[in-house]
């Protein structure tokens, strides 16, 4: 509660017969307050709320089976972290940037799209399916957003913040996953690791560039554990030596720890270099290793196993055909089917989350227990349940 309202708050409590103070009292508790008008954010299909799929429209259910019961631009059953998130800090799912119609940026914007990477992409990898839409482009993408905002806030017909938005949001990164899996099967890990030291390094640039701009709250989310993940576990090369005893792949998980490590050190760096700045790296990571590890004790079933997909067996993954996906294999017509039970799983299509999974993690993060260094979300918001 801030000044102001306990002023008012206590003004009410003196002057107002009993019924009136209950009521008033009421007002006041449900009236949550987050210092965070905003969040704007950065990545790909684990962050994606429908702007690639606004650029090029074709998704198909069960997309959004769970919660939206339709399609809803998203790469999952229902929510994704950052949904969870906005819902915390008690503002309305993202609207993507690039979607023209219906979207309301009143309280940010979403830059991630699917199958985005931080480095920019070749051309040769564009047309095997890695989004134009690079880190280096979102970034573009929110200056000139803040141009606009700066134009056009006085007109006020559009779906646009306060021109003072920028210092009162939150800037949240789910992005580097594309860069680290991309070229696994072609490069193999030690060839992905001469190049992962610039991924980090651009995205910590972009930070930089960010506080330029007004922000200074980033939360950086780290990669999760893809050694563990049903499409890669059908489709990179390991033999069984190479599986731990929950089923996930050593080398690449350990990839993926150096990975973020590298992350971790060059957010310690940019802290020190951006006075009055919260430069939290998020490990979402400790989170989905649990829960690919430990389905059961997280009121799951299925770790890696996908709900979504073709073939049934240990993975229900066949990389021919994606979730929602059909495809003519062996003279036959086969789509890959949704599950009936996704809140029993932790990998939706063996690439992405389901909601349920997506939902532990935001709470998890939410408790704050995964902030690098300690962050309290709660002193700057009354954090709201996520249902
Ligand atoms: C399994 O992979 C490991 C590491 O790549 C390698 O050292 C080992 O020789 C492989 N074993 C077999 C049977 O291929
Ligand atoms: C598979 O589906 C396509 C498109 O609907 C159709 O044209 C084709 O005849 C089908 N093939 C078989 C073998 O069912
Ligand atoms: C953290 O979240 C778990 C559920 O995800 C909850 O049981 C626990 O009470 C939370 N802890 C705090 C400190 O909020």
Redesign the pocket.
């Known amino acids: 509660m801030n000044l102001e309202r306990k002023k008012v708050c206590n003004s009410l409590n003196q002057s107002l017969i009993v019924f009136a103070l209950l009521m008033a009292m009421l007002a006041c508790k449900s009236d949550a307050k987050c210092s965070f008008k905003a969040i704007f954010n950065f990545g790909d299909s684990n962050s994606d709320t429908g702007g690639f799929w606004a650029a090029f429209p074709a998704e198909k259910p069960p997309n959004g089976m769970t919660y939206f019961k339709k399609p809803d631009g998203r790469a999952t059953d229902g929510r994704l972290i950052i949904d969870f998130l906005a819902q915390a800090i008690g503002i309305p799912f993202l609207s993507p940037y690039l979607k023209s119609i219906g979207s309301d940026f009143r309280h940010g914007a979403n830059f991630a799209t699917l199958a985005s990477t931080v480095r920019l992409p070749q051309s040769s990898l564009f047309v095997t399916g890695v989004s134009p839409f690079s880190l280096a482009i979102q970034l573009n993408q929110i200056k000139q957003f803040k141009v606009q905002v700066e134009e056009l806030h006085s007109s006020g017909k559009l779906n646009l913040p306060p021109p003072d938005i920028f210092g009162k949001s939150l800037y949240t990164f789910y992005i580097g996953q594309n860069d680290f899996t991309g070229n696994l099967a072609s490069l193999g890990i030690s060839g992905v690791q001469q190049y992962l030291p610039e991924v980090v390094s651009q995205i910590a640039s972009t930070v930089k560039e960010l506080y330029e701009l007004g922000g200074r709250t980033f939360l950086v989310l780290n990669l999760a554990p893809i050694g563990c993940y049903p499409s890669f576990l059908v489709e990179l090369p390991h033999n069984s030596s190479d599986l731990d005893s929950f089923g996930c792949m050593i080398s690449y998980n350990n990839a993926v720890i150096e990975y973020n490590n590298i992350l971790k050190q060059a957010l310690t760096q940019t802290r020190k270099d951006l006075p009055n700045a919260n430069v939290i790296y998020v490990d979402i990571h400790s989170v989905m290793l649990e829960l690919f590890q430990h389905p059961i004790s997280h009121g799951l079933k299925y770790g890696t196993k996908a709900c979504c997909g073709y073939g049934g067996g240990a993975y229900n993954f066949d990389p021919r055909v994606f979730c929602s996906n059909t495809k003519l294999i062996n003279g036959k017509n086969i789509t890959a089917i949704a599950c009936k039970d996704p809140y029993n799983y932790v990998s939706w299509d063996g690439i992405h989350a389901t909601e349920a999974a997506n939902k ?1 993690v935001a ?2 993060i939410l ?2 227990s995964y902030f690098d260094p300690p962050f309290s979300l709660h002193k700057f918001c009354d954090i709201q349940p996520i249902g």
């Open positions: 532990l709470n998890a408790n704050g």
